[in-house]
């Protein structure tokens, strides 16, 4: 079993920064996908990036420009850094890692972009 814990939501005015951390623990794979998810009130989950163990990146057109999602191998750590942020961004952001053919979620973290 793997444990994904986010933390660095909050309340942020459009055109401000966060940035997002999700620590895996448990049963680490090296050879891994993590990625970051997001549901609006209503609306179904989208990905908003992804991010391989080799470092290779991917985003979602409406953020890309705007955030960069990095890791820390050692940590186990994944981040996303939100800058220029918009009062649409605003969600539930879940951390989403695959390995070994098995997903795990994190329980999510609020993100609230005041206009």
């Known amino acids: 079993q793997v444990q994904l814990v986010e933390s660095g939501g909050g309340l942020v005015q459009a055109g401000g920064s966060l940035r997002l951390s999700c620590a895996a623990s448990?049963?680490?794979?090296?050879?891994?996908?993590m990625a970051w998810y997001r549901q609006a009130p209503g609306k179904q989950r989208e990905l908003v990036a992804t991010i391989t163990s080799g470092g290779s990146t991917n985003y979602a057109d409406s953020v890309k420009g705007r955030f960069t999602i990095s890791r820390d191998h050692p940590k186990n750590t994944a981040y996303l850094q939100m800058n220029n942020l918009k009062p649409d961004d605003t969600a539930v952001y879940y951390c989403?890692?695959?390995?070994?053919?098995?997903?795990?979620w994190g329980q999510g973290t609020q993100v609230t972009v005041s206009s």
């Open positions: 448990g049963s680490i794979f090296s050879i891994n996908t």
């Open positions: 989403y890692r695959t390995q070994r053919g098995r997903n795990y």
